[in-house]
């Protein structure tokens, strides 16, 4: 194949150049996608920076930008042979504040990626071309359309459909949205085991019986991680998916263990409560009123972690709980009916006195204040 061949107005006129007449110029224009626009302000509301990285003259890029809604400061331009006056730790620092990086070679767009991720960013690079492999490798996530060049497409770690920007921000706000409601149901399910693994260690030393049969604790169980599944249905609040929900190990071994001491309390006072009021000569058959008393108590109090753990961050955004109130009324009226019902004496449960259901709810209602006191300290640190 042949190259064209542009004259200068100062290049000596060849054989075949003189004597020309001129009918008139041809322009090309690349046209912006007309999702970009929306797109890219889906992902600035979603708390993503954009970073424009491109072979083209900084002029051309800044126009661009100019015509997408993307600002751009007179100071958040870096071209290719600044960027190779920059050392690593230069480069870092200005990565987080330029916007616009231009005359870029295949390692400059690879140099700014790892910029970026040295400065703390989950970086998704999208590019379709051959000049963009090593910027696809560098990033955290790899993502070309499909109609990109196969070895960028091989290289990629996501491939769209289509050329569309709009298709990115859906996939962040899907995964935002798994995220947090994964981040929830660990919160609560640790906290709550921990707790009732501590009340069994200690019901098994203080009583004479076991605290609850083998079936009961699987019933238990059952129902609990039942109520669990609306955290799958559960839709945040819009504020929540403006960042990625981070689980950080320390702080979630600190929320489970204060939670889960929380809930051990709440069921050793349950175990007293049950001594004071059912222990006697004219009570029920106290090992099977115990069992039906505490299998209650813990089925409200885990629908209780469920609804205000969940629920207090939604409330305070303005936000309904949805299927997890719902799942939670749930699990809180079979711990109450069940001991009532046909069910119950299969499971080796029994009705409760009248007694019993006032004298836990004050303990209930303390275990719902300490749960919240400790939640607004949480979110204070």
Not at 74 to 80: F, K, N, Q, R
Not at 145 to 153: F, I, S, T
Not at 335 to 360: E, V
Request: glycine share 10%; hydrophobic share 50%.
């Amino acid at each position: 194949g042949g190259g064209a061949h542009v004259a200068r107005p100062h290049d000596p006129p060849q054989a075949g150049e003189r004597g020309l007449t001129c009918l008139g110029f041809v322009t090309l224009r690349d046209a912006l996608a007309p999702t970009a626009a929306d797109a890219l302000k889906a992902l600035t509301d979603r708390g993503v920076a954009v970073r424009i990285l491109t072979g083209d003259h900084a002029g051309t890029a800044v126009r661009a930008c100019r015509d997408l809604g993307v600002p751009v400061a007179p100071d958040a331009v870096l071209t290719a042979d600044r960027i190779d006056a920059l050392s690593d730790r230069e480069l870092t620092e200005a990565a987080s504040r330029v916007t616009v990086f231009a005359r870029c070679a295949p390692e400059h767009k690879a140099r700014v990626v790892a910029a970026l991720r040295a400065g703390g960013r989950t970086v998704g690079y999208l590019g379709d071309g051959v000049n963009d492999l090593p910027a696809l490798r560098a990033a955290d996530v790899g993502i070309a359309p499909r109609e990109a060049v196969a070895v960028a497409r091989e290289t990629a770690d996501v491939v769209l459909a289509e050329k569309d920007l709009t298709a990115i921000g859906h996939a962040i706000a899907a995964g935002r949205h798994a995220g947090g409601n994964i981040a929830a149901y660990l919160h609560v399910t640790l906290s709550s085991n921990l707790g009732n693994v501590i009340a069994m260690l200690a019901a098994g030393l203080l009583l004479p019986f076991l605290p609850m049969l083998p079936a009961q604790v699987l019933a238990q169980n059952l129902c609990f991680d039942a109520a669990q599944l609306a955290f799958a249905r559960d839709r945040p609040h819009p504020a929540v998916l403006r960042r990625p929900t981070a689980l950080r190990p320390r702080a979630l071994l600190r929320f489970i263990v204060g939670f889960g001491a929380l809930n051990a309390v709440a069921d050793l006072a349950t175990f007293g409560v049950l001594a004071l009021a059912l222990h006697g000569p004219d009570a029920l058959d106290d090992e099977a009123v115990f069992h039906s008393g505490w299998f209650t108590e813990n089925l409200v109090t885990q629908a209780l972690v469920m609804l205000l753990l969940r629920g207090g961050r939604r409330r305070a955004e303005g936000g309904a709980s949805g299927p997890v109130a719902r799942a939670a009324g749930a699990l809180a009226a079979v711990g109450l009916l069940l001991p009532l019902s046909p069910l119950g004496a299969p499971l080796g449960l029994t009705p409760l006195p009248a007694l019993y259901y006032l004298l836990p709810a004050s303990v209930l209602a303390l275990y719902a204040a300490g749960l919240m006191t400790v939640r607004a300290r949480q979110r204070s640190r």
